[in-house]
């Protein structure tokens, strides 16, 4: 019985970002004078997977050099999503630039949902820390609007306190 309601709330969440993300399309759009029939934007939706490098949570891409011992610079976060829905298939990688924030409210957490737009990619430069400190470029798909779920603890998922990590229940 509580499974189906967790299940209710977050379709309810996502069917909410969704609308929204068609809102700011159309309001971009029209502000630029630009037909709302479409964008060059790309929907992401998935689960944040649980990739922890020595900054926090990271990409797959970046944590495999770090990892090697690279020192990646970035202002922003990079993301692996597991994509849901009608994008299923393998996870995927992305950048979130510093002054992009969740529509939410809520901080990123591994095992959120998200859902956004994405568009063009974004070079980050990984520094080897030792000689011949070779560098290499590694582009993401910049994400540049997107909103998430609160995260819910394993522990709470199954009954009892619904505590976020923005303090919110």
Aim: proline share 4%; net charge negative; with cysteine.
């Amino acid at each position: 019985m509580k499974k189906g309601f967790y299940i209710l709330i977050l379709t309810a969440f996502i069917l909410m970002i969704g609308i929204n993300v068609h809102k700011k399309i159309d309001q971009v759009y029209a502000s630029e004078g630009g037909d709302t029939g479409g964008s060059s934007d790309q929907l992401m939706a998935g689960e944040i997977q649980d990739w922890q490098g020595t900054s926090g949570l990271v990409s797959r891409e970046i944590e495999s050099y770090e990892n090697a011992e690279y020192t990646c610079m970035m202002e922003g976060t990079s993301i692996t999503i597991t994509p849901m829905g009608e994008l299923e298939g393998e996870p995927k990688d992305y950048f979130i630039p510093s002054d992009v924030n969740s529509e939410t409210g809520n901080t990123l957490q591994s095992g959120e949902i998200i859902i956004g737009l994405y568009q063009g990619t974004t070079e980050i430069t990984c520094q080897q820390d030792y000689e011949p400190w070779d560098s290499v470029q590694v582009k993401l798909n910049t994400i540049n609007f997107f909103g998430n779920s609160p995260y819910i603890s394993p522990a709470s998922a199954g009954g009892g306190d619904m505590s976020t990590t923005n303090g919110t229940a």
